[in-house]
């Protein structure tokens, strides 16, 4: 029986991905068209289809290859994974995000929590809450000694005296409780100033700062409350906060929308004020709007990440390389195979946390009653809710099972699922073919940079 | 080979060893947490 292998061609480059072994090959023309046939023709019949190009000898070289390749479980490997039993019952929260303001400064169009409020009215966190939250956080984190705590909004800076004094109390409680607790923010960057920065670089693991690219793409979505743009005000307060970040974990994140399917070009506009570390990812909208991504843009969507793979390919090889962070892969040392199978973990191993203190899976779930897990008082109560996350994996959604990428993509975002489909397990097949789309361009820019790194020469291919 | 170059050296299957330590980040693949995917982190084990 052989498994499905995935092959395509990029920058230049036949590959050729072995899902279940991970193993990813650069293949020459003839072994990518014996490929074609291989599962399906004996040597004989390869042979004979394809001798009007090829010398008989060649097949056979390459053929044996193949073998070789099948033969060490690197091409074509069996689905091993299938029946194994995740029992994810003993699973820890690993982190929470902290919704310190159900409130912001600006009125996205784009914004999934209702511009701030998520829909149950603007308010601040509370630090007596806050603290509630640490100590939720550390009591169901079990051993795990490195936890995280994310603060969001709405825009959090808007509440910046309590975050720093939940900051200064997480980590009084972390020490006592043998654990270290890393900080994280997502702002608008609305409200960032130099004593602020200064801060956050001192207390904060990881930044994420949002700017949409072009000052006429961003202004057309990033409103402020008055209705004008809002990149004039953001993006110096970014560009400075970057530079003071230096080398620290940090990302400039932007949203793509049917308005800008030339996205590259915003990346690029990103990297062009110095930011190295970005990320760029399509808005996730049900409603018919004008920005609203549909099924007819895919194709579009599909050519822009190509340009963009094309780019940052280019800027590599001039020196000025930048990061984009659904460009990145890890293809040696990823996570093992449990947690392959389900890589959310909304619910169960991350949870979001209201300024009213109530627990949802995660934030953008915040505000639907059906989807409350408890509060910071009782704790998780709605355990069958909690059960339903856990069970999840996928190899419980017939799409997910057979799909090439399912090692890289986990199952993806279970919110997405349930707000364009209603349920947390069916896919939202956009999202996931501009995903496969993504993991192809990052694995050919990994293959890329291994095979042509060397005096521009692929490393074989001595043929 | 002279045909095929294969780009990575470990298995996944390799990974059936490993004890899923649970050790490894939390992924988020939504909007605003800029989809911290599976397939971008590493194990920490």
Known sequence: MYSKIHKYKQLGMNIVVDPVSGSIHVVDDLTYEILDLYTENDFNTIVSLLKNKYSEDEIKDAYDEIESLRNKGLLYSEDVYKDLDINRENSVIKAICLNVAHDCNLRCSYCFASTGDFKGGRKLMSYEVGKKAIDFLIKNSGNRKVVEVDFFGGEPLMNFEVVKKIVEYGRDEAEKHGKTIKYTITTNGVLLDDEKSTYINENFSNVVLSLDGRKEINDGMRKRIDGSGSYDVIAPKIKNFVFKRGNKEHYVRGTFTAKNLDFTDDVLHLADMGIREISVEPVVEKEDTDYTLKQEHLERILKEYDRLTEEYIKRIDEGRPFSFYHFKISLDNGPCIKKRLQGCGAGFEYAAITPDGEIYPCHQFVGNELYKLGNVDSGIENKLLQEKFMESDIYKREECSQCWARFYCSGGCFANNYNMNGDINKPYELSCEMQKKRFECAIAIKAYEMMFKKNNKPQQFDN | ?45
């Open chain 2, 1 to 45: 080979m002279r045909h095929i170059v294969t780009i990575n050296r470990t298995s996944l299957k390799d990974s059936l060893k490993k004890p899923g330590c649970g050790e490894c980040q939390a992924s988020c693949q939504s909007a605003c947490k800029t989809s911290c995917t599976v397939a971008n982190q590493e194990c920490q084990n």
